[in-house]
C-alpha cells in the first residue's frame, strides 16, 4: 500500500506557490479597489480555487485539492482550523474528493492558502477552466480486486498539471480519473479521462500492467459515457496520452459556448475515430520532446505501484455499485462492521468508513480524525461518496476506530446504504441551483429512517440542486434533480426523478427519468421505491437488475403518480417553501462560473 504521506512538495515548487498566493493577494486588493475589472478578477479567483457564492458581495467559496482523496492528521487538523477560524465551523467533502469552505472572507483568502501551502496542500485550478483535483478510487493500494494500486499515478498526473500553461485556459474544464479495477469505483465512465488499469498477456507468457484509457465521458444536462481511446495504454505512455488529449481539447474545443465546450462535444462533432487519430499521432510527439520528462514518473518510481493483491484465504470483501450490504446482528460494533469494513488484501489488512452525513466535518470531528489516524498510524483516504476511509489497519484496531468514531458521531453503518444520500451544496450556496438539495436530502433520510429502511443495502441516492450533475444523479440507482414548479398560478421547488443509473465493469448506464416531483413529495417517493426494491429483489439482485425485471423507470412510476399532484397554496402552503427556508419559494439564478 502507498505511504500515508504524500510526497513533501519540492521547495521550488512551494515558494512558486508562495509566489501565486502574492499575486492573488495583489489582485484582490486591485479588484475591491476598482483597478481590474470583474471578468479579469474571475479568472484569476477560480483559476486559484475560488467560487462565488449566491449570497453575493465578498462571501467566498474555497475548494481545496486533494489528490486521489488522501490526506494526512497534519491536513486534517489545519481542515478543523479552517472551518472554525474562517468558515461557518465546518467542511464539505465533495463528490470529486475536495474540501470546501463556505463564507470566506475574500481579503482573508491569503491567509487560508498560505496555511494550505504550509501542509502541502492548494486549491490551485480547482476551478475555473483548468484541470480539476484529480480522483481515485478511496480504497486505491488497499483493494483485494486491484491491478494497480493508482494513488502514485493520480498523484503524478496531478503533479504535471498543476500550474502548467497547457492548463489555465482551456475551453472548459478538465477532469481525470483513476480506477484501480474494472468495478470502476474510482468513476472513469463519466469524466474527460478516465483511466483504468488492466494487465495483458504479452507473447512471452508474462504479464504486463497498464491502462484502458475512456476520454469524453461527462454527466450534466446532457450525460455523456466515456469511450475508449485504445484497449491498451502502457505506463510509460500514460501521462503523454493524458496530455495529448488535453492538447486536443485545448485545439478544438468551442470557445463561443460553453454549454458545448466539454470535450465531450468535441466528440461530437468529431467522431471518436478522428479524436483518436489526433490523440495518437500527438501523443507520439510527446515523448521527443526536449522538455518531456520521459518514463515512470517519480512520484510512481519512488513508492511504487504493485496492487494490494488479495489474500489465500479469509472473507474477501464486495465492492462497487449494487453491492449488497446485510445488517445482521443488533450489536453496533457488528453492524457498523458488517458495513463499513472492506477485507481480502494480502497483508492481512483492512479498510473502514467513517460516516460523514451530507459529507459535512466540523471542526472538531475533523481535529478528531487526525488524533485518531495518527493514533492508529492509518492511511486515510476522502471517499466520492463523501465520506472518510481508514485503510491499512489491522483487524485488532477496528473496535478502537468504532469507538472513536462513536464518540464523534461518525460511526452509523452508512456505506452502501440508502441512508447514505450524496447531494450537492444547492441553492444554499451555489448560484446556479434552483433547490435546495441538501435539505431534500436531510428530509429523504429522515424519511427513510421513519419508515425503516435507511439500511436498505444495495442502493444509492444522489441529489444535485440543478441539471449539471454535480450531486451525480445520473450514475445513481435512484437520483434526483432539482427544477421549478408551476402550479395554481405560483413557483414551488420541484424534482425530476430517475431510476437505474450505474456505474461498473466499465460501463455506465445513465438514470432514466421516472416523473416529476413537487419536493415535499420526493422523499415519501424514494422511500416507496426504496421499499419496493428490497421487498421484490431476489437473492444477489442488484437495484439495475430489479428495475429491469420490474418493467423500468416508467413501469416503477406508475406507483409514486398519486405524488406527483400539487395541493392548492391555503391547503398546504408548505409545497411552496423549499427546504431550509421559511419564506415562499423563488427559483433565484446567477451567471454559472463552474457548471456544465
Known amino acids: 500500500m502507498t505511504s500515508i504521506v504524500p510526497a513533501p512538495i519540492p521547495r521550488d515548487l512551494y515558494e512558486e506557490q508562495l509566489r501565486d498566493i502574492e499575486r492573488f493577494e495583489l489582485a484582490i486588493e486591485q479588484y475591491l479597489s476598482g483597478e481590474i475589472t470583474e471578468d479579469v478578477f474571475r479568472v484569476m479567483r477560480l483559476n486559484n480555487g475560488i467560487y462565488g457564492q449566491r449570497q453575493g458581495g465578498t462571501n467566498q467559496m474555497v475548494r481545496i485539492k486533494l489528490p486521489a482523496g488522501t490526506i494526512t492528521p497534519q491536513q486534517l487538523e489545519l481542515m478543523g482550523d479552517l472551518a472554525e477560524q474562517f468558515s461557518r465551523g465546518w ?42 483535483n484529480v480522483m481515485a478510487c478511496h480504497l486505491a493500494g488497499a483493494c483485494p480486486h486491484e491491478k494497480l494500486d493508482v494513488t502514485p499515478w493520480a498523484e503524478a498526473t496531478f503533479r504535471h498539471f498543476v500550474r502548467n500553461p497547457l492548463g489555465q485556459r482551456l475551453p472548459r474544464k478538465f477532469k481525470v480519473n483513476f480506477s484501480g479495477c474494472s468495478t470502476d469505483c474510482g468513476q472513469a465512465m463519466f469524466n474527460d479521462i478516465g483511466a483504468v488499469a488492466v494487465t495483458r498477456t504479452k507473447e512471452d507468457g508474462s504479464i504486463e500492467s497498464g491502462f484502458r484509457v475512456y476520454i469524453a465521458g461527462g454527466l450534466g444536462a446532457n450525460p455523456h459515457p466515456a469511450l475508449a481511446l485504445e484497449d491498451f495504454t502502457s505506463k510509460e505512455d500514460l501521462l503523454p496520452t493524458i496530455e495529448a488529449t488535453l492538447r486536443v481539447f485545448d485545439q478544438t474545443g468551442n470557445r463561443d459556448n460553453k454549454l458545448r465546450a466539454r470535450l465531450k462535444w468535441v466528440v461530437d462533432q468529431l467522431g471518436i475515430e478522428e479524436v483518436r487519430r489526433r490523440v495518437i499521432k500527438l501523443r507520439h510527439t510527446l515523448p521527443a520532446s526536449s522538455t518531456w520528462p520521459g518514463g515512470i514518473p517519480p512520484e510512481v518510481s519512488s513508492v511504487g505501484d504493485a496492487p494490494a493483491g488479495t489474500a489465500a484465504s479469509g472473507e474477501v470483501t464486495a465492492v462497487g455499485q449494487g453491492v449488497r450490504v446485510e445488517l445482521r446482528s443488533s450489536d453496533p460494533f457488528m ?39 495518527r493514533d492508529l498510524g492509518a492511511d486515510v483516504r476522502l471517499s466520492n461518496r463523501q465520506n472518510v476511509v481508514f485503510r491499512g489497519l489491522r483487524e485488532d484496531q477496528l473496535r478502537t476506530l468504532f469507538d472513536r468514531l462513536e464518540a464523534i458521531g461518525m460511526a452509523r453503518p452508512g456505506a452502501e446504504l440508502a441512508r447514505d444520500v450524496v447531494a450537492c451544496p444547492g441553492a444554499d450556496t451555489c448560484n446556479i441551483a434552483v433547490t435546495q438539495s441538501r435539505g431534500l436530502a436531510k428530509a429523504i433520510g429522515d424519511e427513510l429512517e421513519e419508515s425503516g429502511l435507511a439500511e436498505v443495502g444495495g442502493v444509492r441516492i444522489n441529489i444535485s440542486g440543478c441539471t449539471n450533475s454535480c450531486g451525480q444523479h445520473h450514475a445513481a440507482d435512484i437520483g434526483l434533480f432539482g427544477a421549478e414548479r408551476r402550479a395554481n398560478g405560483k413557483s414551488l421547488p420541484g424534482y425530476q426523478l430517475l431510476l437505474g443509473g450505474h456505474v461498473g465493469q466499465e460501463q455506465i448506464h445513465f438514470g432514466q427519468k421516472a416523473l416529476r416531483l413537487p419536493a415535499k413529495n420526493a422523499p415519501l417517493a424514494v422511500a416507496r421505491v426504496v421499499r419496493k426494491f428490497a421487498n421484490e429483489r431476489s437473492a444477489g439482485e442488484t437495484f439495475t437488475a430489479w428495475l429491469d425485471r420490474a418493467g423500468g423507470a416508467t413501469s416503477v412510476a406508475k406507483d409514486l403518480l398519486d405524488l406527483d399532484v400539487v395541493p392548492k397554496p391555503d391547503d398546504a402552503p408548505h409545497f411552496y417553501v423549499d427546504y431550509d427556508e421559511t419564506g415562499p419559494y423563488v427559483a433565484e439564478v446567477s451567471e454559472s462560473e463552474c457548471a456544465t
Open 91 to 132: 467542511g464539505h467533502i465533495t463528490t470529486r474528493q475536495n474540501i470546501q469552505f463556505h463564507f470566506v472572507e475574500l481579503r482573508r483568502i491569503p491567509d487560508l492558502l498560505r496555511r494550505l501551502a504550509d501542509v502541502g496542500l492548494t486549491s490551485r485550478e480547482a476551478c475555473g477552466d483548468t484541470v480539476r
Open 335 to 373: 453492524r457498523w462492521e458488517q458495513a463499513s469494513v472492506v477485507r481480502g488484501a494480502a497483508k492481512g489488512t483492512v479498510s473502514a468508513i467513517a460516516y460523514a452525513a451530507l459529507g459535512d466535518i466540523t471542526a472538531s470531528q475533523f481535529r478528531s480524525l487526525a488524533d485518531i489516524q
